[in-house]
């Protein structure tokens, strides 16, 4: 169709509706065709209780895929036409079993002529085609389980967007930024705490003359995240990732992970052994960003932050 090439792959739910439109069409021709009194919305149920005596209604619903309420009504709606029909189970009385009548059993035997002839009939489209389409949908069925459309998009965007962000190193114009973006969230979430003023007044004397960097993500013109790099005196970690913080109005842009990925860099350029950070598991997404940056959990470490209840590191050089 001319729509669907001019629309190209983006109308992908759209080519796979009509498509399905078009096959549930034939296909409730075909039932009548072979006088079976089937409706094509019908047919997992009922292959399902042909191949097993009974069936609960949430096994039913796990074995095709389909939720409770839509297999619920489905069942109603053959035991309606007297195909199928319920009955407690003799172990659990609280749980009905659904099974095929007297009626659906003779539908269930003859249906296999027009098994058979579909059967041949698709062959026979397959043979013409230079892809198998099954297979496909099985190829294309397992990567969305793994992935779904929704997650494959939004890390598209994401990943998009985020090469619109610039990372700097942090300038004196940046003072005002890197506290404002600081005290948002936490003031959010906690309380300001000694150790923060001391670092958010004076990053210059507090970070910066001690061998420390701060960096800076730019979107549009903007400031919109920063996070910082204490020079630590430890034995496995020469620097704290310190003061991450992005803005509300540019999350999802990736930016918290280009300004983590900033600093492991600028730490493994430098030669370090680690990077050491601490945190809070109510920030949720943020401990999800470290543990993707390679974070693990460790313990051991002395903290001025009240707010601490957690604190992570990852290791670049693994001979210390």
């Given at each position: 169709?001319?729509?669907?090439?001019?629309?190209?792959?983006?109308?992908?739910?759209?080519?796979?509706?009509?498509?399905?439109?078009?096959?549930?069409?034939?296909?409730?021709?075909?039932?009548?065709?072979?006088?079976?009194?089937?409706?094509?919305?019908?047919?997992?149920?009922?292959?399902?209780?042909?191949?097993?005596?009974?069936?609960?209604?949430?096994?039913?619903?796990t074995a095709?895929?389909?939720?409770?309420?839509?297999?619920?009504?489905?069942?109603?709606?053959?035991?309606?036409?007297?195909?199928?029909?319920?009955?407690?189970?003799?172990?659990?009385?609280?749980?009905?079993?659904?099974?095929?009548?007297?009626?659906?059993?003779?539908?269930?035997?003859?249906?296999?002529?027009?098994?058979?002839?579909?059967?041949?009939?698709?062959?026979?489209?397959?043979?013409?085609?230079?892809?198998?389409?099954?297979?496909?949908?099985?190829?294309?069925?397992?990567?969305?389980?793994?992935?779904?459309?929704?997650?494959?998009?939004?890390?598209?965007?994401?990943?998009?967007?985020?090469?619109?962000?610039?990372?700097?190193?942090?300038?004196?114009?940046?003072?005002?930024?890197?506290?404002?973006?600081?005290?948002?969230?936490?003031?959010?979430?906690?309380?300001?705490?000694a150790a923060?003023?001391?670092?958010?007044?004076?990053?210059?004397?507090?970070?910066?003359?001690?061998?420390?960097?701060?960096?800076?993500?730019i979107l549009?013109?903007?400031?919109?995240?920063?996070?910082?790099?204490?020079?630590?005196?430890?034995?496995?970690?020469?620097?704290?990732?310190?003061?991450?913080?992005?803005?509300?109005?540019?999350?999802?842009?990736?930016?918290?992970?280009?300004?983590?990925?900033?600093?492991?860099?600028?730490?493994?350029?430098?030669?370090?052994?680690?990077?050491?950070?601490?945190?809070?598991?109510?920030?949720?997404?943020?401990?999800?960003?470290?543990?993707?940056?390679?974070?693990?959990?460790?313990?051991?470490?002395?903290?001025?932050?009240?707010?601490?209840?957690?604190?992570?590191?990852?290791?670049?050089?693994?001979?210390?």
């Open positions: 169709m001319e729509f669907f090439k001019l629309t190209g792959k983006k109308a992908l739910g759209s080519r796979l509706r009509l498509m399905s439109e078009v096959v549930t069409a034939d296909a409730a021709k075909i039932y009548e065709l072979y006088g079976v009194a089937l409706q094509p919305k019908w047919f997992p149920v009922f292959f399902l209780l042909t191949q097993n005596e009974t069936y609960a209604i949430t096994e039913l619903a095709i895929g389909h939720s409770h309420a839509s297999v619920s009504n489905i069942v109603k709606e053959m035991r309606r036409n007297g195909l199928v029909e319920e009955k407690k189970d003799a172990l659990d009385k609280r749980r009905n079993l659904v099974q095929l009548t007297e009626k659906g059993r003779g539908v269930g035997e003859k249906i296999k002529d027009q098994y058979e002839d579909v059967g041949a009939v698709i062959e026979d489209i397959s043979s013409q085609t230079r892809h198998n389409l099954w297979e496909a949908m099985e190829e294309w069925t397992y990567l969305l389980e793994q992935k779904s459309l929704y997650e494959r998009v939004r890390e598209r965007r994401k990943q998009r967007e985020s090469e619109r962000v610039q990372i700097l190193d942090y300038e004196p114009r940046f003072q005002g930024a890197f506290k404002a973006l600081n005290e948002e969230w936490i003031a959010r979430y906690f309380q300001m705490e923060d003023y001391k670092a958010l007044d004076h990053p210059q004397e507090y970070i910066l003359d001690k061998e420390g960097h701060i960096f800076m993500a549009d013109g903007e400031v919109v995240g920063t996070c910082g790099m204490i020079k630590m005196d430890d034995p496995d970690y020469d620097f704290e990732l310190a003061k991450m913080a992005v803005s509300p109005k540019a999350q999802g842009k990736n930016i918290g992970w280009l300004l983590g990925n900033a600093v492991i860099e600028r730490a493994r350029k430098l030669g370090a052994k680690g990077v050491y950070l601490e945190s809070n598991t109510l920030l949720e997404p943020a401990i999800r960003l470290y543990q993707k940056l390679g974070f693990v959990k460790i313990v051991g470490r002395s903290t001025p932050y009240a707010r601490c209840n957690i604190q992570m590191g990852l290791r670049l050089l693994e001979n210390h």
